[in-house]
Each structure stands twice: as C-alpha cells, then as structure tokens.
C-alpha cells in the first residue's frame, strides 16, 4: 500500500512540473511575431468642406493582416489638440481601412492610426496638410524641418 502512495505521489508531481514547463519554441515563437506596419493613403490635394477618403493599409511581414484587434483613427487640429476627435473606420478589404471625413477649416491636420493585433500595437502618425497653411503653420513646419536637419548634423 505504501508503494502505491508513492506511485501516486509521483505521478501527481509529474503532472503538477509538466505543467509548469514552457513550450520548446515559445522563445522562438514569440521572437518570430513581426510588427504591424501602417501606410496611409490620402488625395493629393485636400480642400475643407469637401468629404476625403483617408485609408490605412495595415501589412505584417509583408503580408495584408487578415483580422485586427481595433483599428481607430484619432484626428485633430495642429493649434486644437484638445477636440481631437476617434473615429472607427470600415474594414474595406482584407487589411485596408478606410473612412471619409470632411475638413471643417484649411489648416495642418494630424491623424494618428491606433491599430492592435495580439501583443502588437502601433500608433504611428501623419501630417495632413488641408487647404491653404496659414503663417504659424508654416514657420512651425519651417522651424521643425530646421531642427531636424540640424539635429541631423551634430550626429556626425
């Protein structure tokens, strides 16, 4: 009887450390999870008041990405931050989003693309310049393409 206590025993253990050990390729599985890349597509020109098609084209190595977990695009005014606004665009085709927006006022614009899969998330973001800058747009364009040249320059 004491002998098969320790079969038991023994057995339950097994079970109980099989448990606790790691797939022999999870360490190779997750260093194989590729990032989600971002394009978005945009008309040439942008005029306000007229409704735009702002697409994004989510790809992961090289690939459209068939399913998503969200996909949202948050928009707002360059001097407005504080009315951004999130909108959720429609799946168009496999890995394409897409949604059309109407501009209420010329300006520089940003859209930043919130997009997860699994563990990854991207939120990359794009200037969008709609109609006519005004001054301070234009210097602040001015002066940050300044900073990144010069910026660019002390690296060397």
Not at 24 to 36: G, K, M, N, S
Not at 45 to 56: D, H, L
Not at 99 to 106: A, H, P, R, V, Y
Not at 114 to 137: N, T
């Amino acid at each position: 009887m004491h002998n098969m206590k320790n079969v038991f025993l023994i057995a339950i253990i097994g079970l109980l450390l099989g448990g606790c050990s790691l797939k022999e390729d999870a360490v190779e599985l997750y260093l194989q999870e590729q990032p989600i890349h971002a394009e978005v597509v945009l008309p040439e020109t942008i005029m306000s008041e007229e409704q735009v098609p702002i697409k994004v084209i989510l790809t992961q190595d090289g690939k459209k990405v068939e399913e998503v977990d969200t996909v949202e695009f948050e928009m707002w005014k360059h001097d407005d931050d504080i009315h951004a606004t999130v909108e959720q665009p429609d799946k168009l085709e496999e890995g394409i989003y897409g949604l059309n927006k109407t501009f209420e006022s010329d300006g520089l614009y940003y859209i930043k693309i919130h997009a997860s899969k699994g563990r990854a998330i991207i939120m990359p973001q794009f200037q969008v310049v709609v109609g006519e800058l005004s001054k301070s747009e234009l210097e602040f364009l001015q002066k940050d393409v300044r900073e990144k040249e010069e910026g660019h320059d002390h690296h060397h």
